[in-house]
């Protein structure tokens, strides 16, 4: 009976994370155009911060129940979710424009502060520690990068305040446009907090390990909103708001869903976790920076290649569950 409940939560989820995605899309672009600053921008925040909540809370609560891995397998997996499974469906649906300062700036910000991440979580290659942890102080390395991240929008801000270009009329009226972007928030929010807890306890009672279905269950449960954002989006040929709320989303990851609650808590030590996992979060970062700046274009082929290359990743984390 039990099972049954879980799985309707499951279904009911998906739908108001279906809806609230459809929502939250066209109020973040019609606020755009109201306000005349550029859909990225809008995508770096609004969006990006508000689908990055049921990564927050997850992390907060892994915290309160000492499951470290949890949280970081959490941050881990939905980066590189993000951008290998979110930017890859993408991109297969339609082919990706990426704005010149998106390529020369956000682009390499999001891979610089991901590379501080790896080397901070790595002191028993790098450092030659006893154990791996993640400090207080390196979470305020990453909330100090973070700062830098709030300093380039709010130039951005700036910039796009002083142009006079055209922006196109917006859908709805400011105060309607609002009333949609926190609808949807509210349904994409609480639809993946559905899904995860539902799929989480299903997962939970065949004893899968909290690596496994941090980077699986959790990471995938949490990316939902992301997902289906970026999926209305890119059937919309809202390509800024696409690129904004992936690269915002990991950047808020690293920055705030990680670091913000070890900021509170103190150190933390993730058991688990091997060298590939982290080498996958470097590679996806990697990737996206390369193939956006070759001609600022992510095309269909080069979606299909991440896409690829996600399957063969988590096909060697399942593996590992049943090897």
Same mark, same amino acid.
């Given at each position: 009976?039990?099972?049954?409940?879980?799985?309707?939560?499951?279904?009911?989820?998906?739908?108001?994370?279906?809806?609230?995605?459809?929502?939250?899309?066209?109020?973040?672009?019609?606020?755009?155009?109201?306000?005349?600053?550029?859909?990225?921008?809008?995508?770096?925040?609004?969006?990006?911060?508000?689908?990055?909540?049921?990564?927050?809370?997850?992390?907060?609560?892994?915290?309160?129940?000492?499951?470290?891995?949890?949280? &970081?397998?959490? *941050?881990?997996?939905?980066?590189?979710?993000?951008?290998?499974?979110?930017?890859?469906?993408?991109?297969?649906?339609?082919?990706?424009?990426?704005?010149?300062?998106?390529?020369?700036?956000?682009?390499?910000?999001?891979?610089?502060?991901?590379?501080?991440?790896? *080397?901070?979580?790595?002191?028993?290659?790098?450092?030659?520690?006893?154990?791996?942890?993640?400090?207080?102080?390196?979470?305020?390395?990453?909330?100090?990068?973070? +700062?830098?991240?709030?300093?380039?929008?709010?130039?951005?801000?700036?910039?796009?305040?002083?142009?006079?270009?055209?922006?196109?009329?917006?859908?709805?009226?400011?105060?309607?446009?609002?009333?949609?972007?926190?609808?949807?928030?509210?349904? &994409?929010?609480?639809?993946?907090?559905?899904?995860?807890?539902?799929?989480?306890?299903?997962?939970?009672?065949?004893?899968?390990?909290?690596?496994?279905?941090?980077?699986?269950?959790?990471?995938?449960?949490?990316?939902?909103?992301?997902?289906?954002?970026?999926?209305?989006?890119?059937?919309?040929?809202?390509?800024?708001?696409?690129?904004?709320?992936?690269?915002?989303?990991?950047?808020?990851?690293?920055?705030?869903?990680?670091?913000?609650?070890? *900021?509170?808590?103190?150190?933390?030590?993730?058991?688990?976790?091997?060298?590939?996992?982290?080498?996958?979060?470097?590679?996806?970062?990697?990737?996206? +920076?390369?193939?956006?700046?070759?001609?600022?274009?992510?095309?269909?082929?080069?979606?299909?290649?991440?896409?690829?290359?996600?399957?063969?990743?988590?096909?060697?984390?399942?593996?590992?569950?049943?090897?």
């Amino acid at each position: 009976m039990e099972i049954i409940l879980q799985i309707a939560l499951l279904i009911i989820g998906f739908v108001l994370l279906i809806k609230g995605a459809d929502w939250l899309v066209d109020g973040a672009s019609s606020v755009a155009s109201n306000f005349k600053v550029s859909k990225l921008l809008i995508g770096l925040t609004i969006v990006a911060f508000g689908t990055g909540a049921p990564e927050l809370a997850v992390s907060f609560s892994s915290l309160l129940n000492g499951s470290t891995d949890i949280l &970081v397998g959490n *941050v881990v997996g939905s980066n590189i979710i993000n951008v290998l499974l979110l930017i890859g469906i993408a991109a297969v649906i339609r082919p990706i424009k990426v704005k010149k300062d998106t390529v020369s700036k956000e682009l390499p910000l999001l891979l610089l502060i991901s590379t501080a991440l790896i *080397v901070l979580l790595m002191d028993v290659n790098l450092a030659e520690a006893v154990i791996n942890t993640f400090s207080r102080a390196d979470a305020i390395i990453c909330l100090l990068f973070f +700062c830098i991240f709030l300093y380039y929008l709010l130039s951005l801000a700036r910039k796009n305040k002083k142009e006079a270009r055209k922006i196109e009329k917006p859908k709805y009226k400011l105060g309607k446009s609002f009333w949609f972007v926190l609808i949807g928030l509210v349904g &994409v929010v609480g639809g993946s907090e559905l899904v995860v807890s539902s799929a989480s306890f299903i997962a939970s009672s065949v004893g899968i390990s909290e690596r496994v279905i941090s980077l699986t269950i959790i990471a995938l449960g949490t990316s939902l909103p992301e997902l289906v954002t970026t999926v209305m989006a890119a059937k919309k040929g809202e390509s800024d708001l696409l690129v904004g709320n992936i690269v915002g989303s990991n950047i808020f990851n690293i920055c705030i869903v990680l670091a913000l609650p070890v *900021v509170f808590s103190g150190s933390i030590t993730p058991n688990n976790f091997e060298v590939i996992d982290l080498g996958m979060l470097l590679l996806s970062s990697f990737l996206i +920076c390369f193939l956006a700046r070759r001609d600022h274009n992510i095309t269909r082929t080069e979606g299909i290649l991440m896409l690829v290359i996600f399957l063969l990743y988590y096909g060697y984390v399942v593996y590992g569950v049943f090897a």
